[in-house]
Nanobody, 126 residues
Framework: QVQLVESGGGLVQAGGSLRLSCAAS????????MGWFRQAPGKEREFVAA????????YYADSVKGRFTISRDNAKNTVYLQMNSLKFEDTAAYYC???????????????????WGQGTQVTVSS
């Protein structure tokens, strides 16, 4: 059973930066495709960014492209989300997700992931 634990959330002013981390345990991290999703109150969970098993392929939602960067360190079993130039509309609970999927294909839909973390709150003040 894979366990995912997110950290790094918090309160930041608009224009600021945060780095989220997601530490994985209980599986072979290097074979997992990883994704970040977010959910604001009253809204559906939405895709933010994803990275394939090797780190060689990444993909971003248009709303965060150029501001957020996803990366992974397979030696540390951790995936990161560097968030710069934060906006008020980035406020949400952020979740990391994993699926054993050794491919160059990026998984965009929440339904394609079978492991989820508990989430970390990001609040951006305007």
């Amino acid at each position: 059973q894979v366990q995912l634990v997110e950290s790094g959330g918090g309160l930041v002013q608009a224009g600021g930066s945060l780095r989220l981390s997601c530490a994985a345990s209980g599986g072979t991290f290097s074979t997992y495709s990883m994704g970040w999703f977010r959910q604001a109150p009253g809204k559906e969970r939405e895709f933010v960014a994803a990275i394939n098993w090797s780190g060689g392929t990444t993909y971003y939602a248009d709303s965060v492209k150029g501001r957020f960067t996803i990366s992974r360190d397979n030696a540390k079993n951790t995936v990161y989300l560097q968030m710069n130039s934060l906006k008020f509309e980035d406020t949400a609970a952020y979740y990391c997700a994993a699926r054993s999927f050794r491919s160059g294909i990026i998984l965009l839909s929440p339904g394609t992931y079978n492991y989820w973390g508990q989430g970390t709150q990001v609040t951006v003040s305007s």
